[in-house]
């Protein structure tokens, strides 16, 4: 399982609207003296964080898949491929 996923962008603010359209829950944070920041906590656990390029280079090409209510591929502000699938909530029988 993936805890920590951390995306770094020129266009933070843009990423931001992005994936909180697509349901994430991203708050603003900053650690002592780092930078402003968005994390969001997802439903298993992990946190998706993105964060101003800055001291670390730009994530470059990155295919991310999300659960979501209508499956379709989608292209973030930077051209990362995001896919949102819609998870099977039947079950065990």
């Keep these: ?8 962008t020129n266009r933070l603010e843009e990423c931001r609207e992005f ?3 697509l349901g994430l829950d991203l ?6 003296n780092g930078p402003d920041h968005y994390s969001a906590t997802l439903a298993d656990g992990s946190v998706l964080e ?3 390029v800055g001291r670390r280079p730009e994530t470059g090409y990155l295919r991310l898949g999300l659960n979501g209510d209508s499956p379709r591929t989608l292209t973030d502000p930077d051209g990362r491929t995001v896919v949102l ?6 079950g065990p029988p």
């Design 1 to 8: 399982m993936i805890g920590l996923l951390v995306i770094y």
């Design 19 to 21: 994936y909180a359209g």
């Design 27 to 32: 708050v603003p944070e900053r650690h002592g």
């Design 50 to 52: 993105l964060y101003p």
């Design 85 to 90: 699938t819609t998870p099977d909530r039947t």
